[in-house]
């Protein structure tokens, strides 16, 4: 069994996750079966329903906090009327406002809150109990009541000082106290005194063999756990990032990225690391040869993978430009929404579609509202894209640091040309200066007006100057090495060697 370790994952995931449910498509084709272990809380949202909103299996996934008990991760089958019938012999009214509703009692301001998974359906994902206007608990429901949290007032606040979780017949399972940053896991059996060890813990009850392989994606605050307790499992690390500081390195010292220092310091632990470009591999054996003086096992495998080159069934839409990311501050989504508000004056029917979901769509919005640019630069939130590349003829990125870069191998495999930044590791990996697209140059502090133009100028010159068919041509070309056969190749390789 091969385990794959992440912390969390949302409605608007990273790119770790993607490369995840990349990673469990190659599994499955080539047979060898997989599990992905998520160790965060997530009290807002169930998780099955995010892991199976970017192609998971709900037989693929291990939540830390249902392993100890007989739930596992599913669909909230918890109706309202299930939760009325535990309210026999108590006057109530019942009032509902889409995906809130509320269940008021007698007394002095008591009630439940009632969070509905939609607003069409009647399934309860969690509860909040109010008693005279004071938060005391909340109730988490799958198919039956998961955890529960205890809340007291504190400092004028609602405190979460206790978590009990149960098992389906509603026996408890295990318990967490919580004291402020301290938290502890009562077992029958074990007092754990931190999350970390209760991730250790989890650990050592796979009962793990040499037959088993455990991946992490993301260490921090569990590496150490995981590794103490992997037996005689093999451990890989996939880097999903850059791994080093480059302001902060000189001929004498390194600064690794504190994700991976951990895991670069229990290099003879580590079975392999991954890296998803042939550059980032080359650049960190010299880094561990040099400064480390070890030679680890590392390994370049595409984090995606295409099932197939994907070709236009209609005509791509002249001089329409895609970009999808996370829209987050980093992304820097917003230059280029500059960038095309200038090209339009000059290229009337330019067009930026924006596909994504985060934290700095509010503010993108104003941009574009700011700019007059509402008809022809749009927010399309999230959708699958694997059949909308093809609509447009070019791909823009304001990415200044990336990996790998899943949307730029699936923008060349619709045949798109990529602009973006000289940066490490994806615009390098994915465009051929002059052959499918720009690099355009970045540093740190480069003056607004001189980045804002070379974006422009490349752009005019793709739509204006370039044979947009032959650079398609050469996109499409590129994109073969990434197809699935290939990466599966890869991955089969590895298992089979380690």
Same mark, same amino acid.
């Given at each position: 069994?091969?385990?794959?370790?992440?912390?969390?994952?949302?409605?608007?995931?990273?790119?770790?996750?993607?490369a995840?449910?990349?990673?469990?498509?190659?599994?499955?084709?080539?047979?060898?079966?997989? %599990?992905?272990?998520?160790?965060?809380?997530?009290?807002?949202?169930?998780?099955?329903?995010?892991?199976?909103?970017?192609?998971?299996?709900?037989d693929?996934?291990?939540?830390?906090?249902?392993?100890?008990?007989?739930?596992?991760?599913?669909?909230?089958?918890?109706?309202?009327?299930?939760?009325k019938?535990?309210?026999?012999?108590?006057?109530?009214?019942? +009032? *509902?406002?889409?995906?809130?509703?509320?269940?008021?009692?007698?007394?002095?301001?008591?009630?439940?809150?009632v969070?509905?998974?939609?607003?069409d359906?009647?399934?309860?994902?969690?509860?909040?109990?109010?008693?005279?206007?004071?938060?005391? *608990?909340?109730?988490?429901?799958?198919?039956?009541?998961?955890? !529960? +949290?205890?809340?007291?007032?504190?400092?004028?606040?609602?405190?979460?000082?206790?978590?009990?979780?149960?098992?389906?017949?509603?026996?408890?399972?295990?318990?967490?106290?919580?004291?402020?940053?301290?938290?502890?896991? %009562?077992? @029958?059996?074990?007092?754990?005194? !931190?999350?970390?060890?209760?991730?250790?813990?989890?650990?050592?009850?796979?009962?793990?063999?040499?037959?088993?392989?455990?991946?992490?994606?993301?260490?921090t605050?569990?590496?150490?756990?995981?590794?103490?307790?992997?037996?005689?499992?093999?451990?890989?690390?996939?880097?999903?990032?850059d791994?080093?500081? #480059?302001?902060?390195?000189?001929?004498?010292?390194i600064?690794?990225?504190?994700?991976?220092?951990?895991?670069?310091?229990?290099?003879?632990?580590i079975?392999f690391?991954?890296?998803?470009?042939?550059d980032?591999?080359?650049?960190?054996?010299?880094?561990?040869?040099?400064?480390?003086?070890?030679?680890?096992?590392?390994?370049?495998?595409?984090?995606g993978?295409?099932?197939?080159l994907?070709?236009?069934t209609? @005509?791509?839409?002249?001089?329409s430009?895609?970009?999808?990311? *996370?829209?987050?501050?980093?992304?820097?989504?917003?230059?280029?929404?500059?960038?095309?508000?200038?090209?339009?004056?000059?290229i @009337?029917?330019?067009?930026?579609?924006?596909?994504?979901?985060?934290?700095a769509?509010?503010?993108?919005e104003?941009?574009?509202?700011a700019?007059?640019?509402?008809?022809?630069?749009?927010?399309?939130?999230?959708?699958d894209?694997?059949?909308?590349?093809?609509?447009?003829?070019?791909?823009?990125?304001?990415?200044?640091?990336e990996?790998?870069?899943?949307?730029?191998?699936?923008?060349?495999g619709?045949?798109?040309?990529?602009?973006?930044?000289?940066?490490?590791?994806?615009?390098?990996?994915?465009?051929?200066?002059?052959?499918?697209?720009?690099?355009?140059p970045?540093?740190i502090?480069? #003056?607004?007006?001189? *980045?804002?133009?070379?974006?422009v100028?490349a752009?005019?010159?793709?739509?204006?100057?370039?044979?947009?068919? #032959?650079?398609?041509?050469?996109?499409? #070309?590129?994109?073969?090495?990434?197809?699935?056969?290939?990466?599966e190749?890869?991955?089969?390789?590895?298992?089979?060697?380690i």
């Amino acid at each position: 069994m091969i385990y794959n370790y992440n912390l969390g994952i949302g409605w608007a995931s990273s790119g770790v996750e993607y490369a995840q449910s990349y990673r469990a498509k190659v599994l499955r084709n080539i047979n060898m079966p997989a %599990k992905f272990i998520f160790t965060d809380m997530f009290p807002k949202d169930n998780l099955i329903d995010m892991t199976r909103n970017i192609g998971f299996k709900d037989d693929e996934i291990i939540w830390l906090y249902t392993f100890f008990t007989d739930y596992q991760p599913e669909d909230v089958t918890y109706t309202i009327t299930d939760l009325k019938n535990t309210l026999e012999g108590q006057k109530f009214n019942y +009032e *509902r406002d889409g995906k809130i509703g509320k269940i008021l009692f007698e007394g002095e301001n008591d009630f439940y809150r009632v969070y509905f998974v939609n607003t069409d359906s009647d399934y309860v994902h969690r509860v909040e109990m109010v008693s005279r206007g004071k938060l005391v *608990r909340k109730d988490y429901f799958m198919s039956g009541r998961v955890f !529960s +949290e205890y809340y007291a007032p504190l400092d004028g606040k609602a405190h979460m000082y206790h978590r009990r979780f149960f098992n389906r017949d509603g026996s408890l399972a295990y318990e967490e106290i919580n004291d402020d940053e301290n938290v502890m896991y %009562k077992f @029958p059996d074990r007092l754990i005194c !931190s999350k970390e060890e209760l991730v250790g813990y989890m650990t050592e009850r796979l009962n793990l063999t040499g037959d088993d392989i455990v991946i992490i994606d993301r260490t921090t605050g569990q590496g150490q756990a995981i590794l103490e307790n992997v037996g005689q499992a093999k451990v890989g690390i996939v880097i999903h990032a850059d791994h080093f500081s #480059e302001g902060a390195t000189d001929d004498d010292y390194i600064l690794w990225n504190n994700y991976y220092e951990y895991s670069f310091a229990m290099n003879k632990y580590i079975s392999f690391y991954v890296t998803a470009t042939e550059d980032q591999r080359q650049l960190l054996l010299k880094q561990f040869d040099k400064y480390m003086g070890v030679k680890p096992n590392v390994v370049t495998i595409p984090v995606g993978a295409l099932p197939r080159l994907m070709e236009p069934t209609t @005509p791509r839409k002249p001089h329409s430009l895609i970009t999808a990311s *996370r829209l987050a501050t980093e992304k820097h989504v917003d230059w280029l929404i500059d960038a095309v508000a200038e090209v339009h004056k000059e290229i @009337p029917d330019v067009t930026l579609d924006i596909y994504g979901k985060g934290g700095a769509q509010k503010l993108l919005e104003e941009k574009i509202e700011a700019a007059g640019a509402k008809s022809y630069i749009r927010l399309m939130g999230q959708h699958d894209l694997t059949e909308v590349y093809t609509k447009y003829e070019a791909y823009l990125s304001g990415s200044t640091s990336e990996g790998f870069g899943l949307t730029l191998m699936e923008a060349i495999g619709s045949g798109l040309p990529i602009i973006g930044f000289d940066v490490r590791y994806g615009n390098k990996n994915f465009i051929d200066e002059g052959r499918n697209g720009y690099k355009l140059p970045y540093s740190i502090g480069m #003056e607004k007006s001189k *980045r804002q133009k070379n974006i422009v100028d490349a752009i005019k010159k793709l739509f204006l100057q370039d044979d947009l068919e #032959e650079m398609q041509k050469y996109s499409y #070309e590129k994109a073969k090495k990434y197809l699935a056969s290939e990466v599966e190749a890869k991955w089969k390789k590895l298992i089979e060697t380690i």
